[in-house]
């Protein structure tokens, strides 16, 4: 299958700094989606991104579509306890086929 | 609430048995997936179908996987003879036509012991 190298793979920060992740690949994908999942739960859509260089924000995260389409970042502001999980992003190379990387595991210290 | 539900959300079999289980995705949703997800690791794809019909299946999805979506609303996903590396989350997810963005349930946690 498809490879999406996502990094870091796990973060320790202090509540309160930011957060920057990233996915890349060598393939040029036309959707990226954004995920949280919490342990035991699924992953819950946090960003979905659709045009080359698009940048978009939910809250406290942003997240950009790589203008060459084949990478995309994830960041989180003022990071709080609750941000605590794995974060996945999600490629869409073709019709209806998603890609996931490995996750990224967010730790926060209060 | 009208998210993607799944039942269970645990089973634990015993290897060789036969399991089920059920996806109800997002209403008016027409296409739904099904993924698989092991620890440390990211969904990967099982197969997909728009409204009844099975468009596309996985390499991962062997001839002891069947899925179906008889009416195309409501999706089982059996595994017939499980083996201990059937041991994973099943995750559903729900789609509408025509926006790229899927949305998953909760999953399903199987263990084969």
């Known amino acids: 299958g498809q490879q999406l190298n996502q990094s870091p793979q796990s973060m320790f920060i202090q509540e309160g700094e930011d957060v920057s992740m990233n996915c890349t690949s060598s393939?040029?994908?036309?959707?990226w989606l954004w995920y949280k999942q919490d342990p035991g739960e699924g992953p819950v859509l946090l960003i979905a991104l659709y045009k080359a260089g698009e940048l978009t924000s939910n809250g406290r995260l942003t997240a950009q579509f790589g203008i060459t389409r084949k990478d995309s970042f994830l960041n989180i502001s003022a990071s709080i306890p609750s941000d605590v999980g794995i974060y996945f992003c999600?490629?869409?190379?073709?019709?209806?086929?998603?890609?996931f990387g490995s996750g990224t595991k967010l730790n926060v210290k209060p | 609430d009208t998210g993607v539900s799944q039942d269970p959300r645990h089973k634990i079999t015993k290897r060789g048995q036969n399991v089920t289980f059920r996806c109800d995705p997002i209403s008016e949703h027409n296409r739904l997936y099904w993924y698989r997800q092991t620890l440390g690791q990211g969904p990967e794809f099982l197969t997909y179908?728009?409204?009844?019909?099975?468009?596309?299946k996985s390499r991962l999805l062997s001839d002891r996987f069947s899925a179906e979506r008889p009416k195309g609303s409501f999706s089982t996903l059996e595994i017939q003879r499980t083996e201990q590396g059937d041991s994973a989350m099943y995750l559903c997810?729900?789609?509408?036509?025509?926006?790229?963005?899927?949305?998953f349930g909760e999953g399903s946690w199987l263990t084969v012991v």
């Open positions: 393939s040029i994908f036309n959707t």
């Open positions: 999600a490629g869409q190379l073709s019709f209806n086929k998603f890609y």
């Open positions: 179908f728009q409204n009844e019909a099975q468009l596309e």
């Open positions: 997810a729900s789609s509408l036509g025509g926006l790229d963005t899927i949305y």
